[in-house]
């Protein structure tokens, strides 16, 4: 299974807002510099972010994005399913039912052996991104990161975020 490159941009994106202040966002162009990738690619990202309620998009010149609640409660497979849609990753068509050999669909009463099987990997690995949270992955990144590494991306942040009245 190959997911989009978006998966992977909507992820970073999501934990980058979640180490955001309370109250403060960022802009999508700061967004999408930190992560050396476009804005207006960026851009169609986060509109599947906040149309899923994972982040929230605040207008105006001094607006940005902050996420929607609390990292704790975000889980991988939230941020998947914002990008990639619900639909699983196979989608069985049947075709053991076409074919010069198939006597016709009153051969096969049972569903698809293979759909089954494929669905059930689906599940699993559904099961497992939603047991990862963004506060999690921003914990071990935290842990487990280059100082350096760190430190810079908190100077970036520092500089560039937003912050809101409430």
Do not use: W
């Not at 476009?38 to 309620?53: C, E, G, I, T």
């Not at 982040?55 to 607006?63: D, E, I, K, W």
């Not at 699993?124 to 810079?152: K, M």
């Amino acid at each position: 299974m190959k997911l989009s490159d978006g998966v992977e941009t909507a992820i970073h994106c999501t934990a980058a807002v979640a180490g955001l202040p309370q109250g403060a966002v960022m802009a999508a162009a700061d967004l999408a510099e930190f992560h050396g990738v476009s804005a207006s690619y960026l851009l169609k990202h986060l509109k599947a972010l906040v149309k899923a309620d994972l982040l929230v998009s605040v207008p105006g010149p001094t607006g940005g994005y902050r996420l929607a609640r609390p990292a704790n409660e975000i889980t991988l497979l939230d941020v998947v399913l914002a990008v990639e849609g619900p639909e699983p990753a196979f989608r069985c068509k049947e075709i053991r039912r076409n074919g010069p050999c198939a006597p016709g669909p009153s051969a096969f009463p049972r569903p698809c052996n293979i759909n089954r099987a494929m669905l059930k990997a689906e599940q699993a690995y559904r099961a497992a991104l939603s047991q990862t949270t963004i506060a999690d992955l921003n914990s071990e990144f935290l842990a487990t990161s280059d100082p350096r590494v760190v430190e810079r991306a908190d100077n970036y942040f520092t500089a560039q975020m937003r912050p809101q009245k409430t």
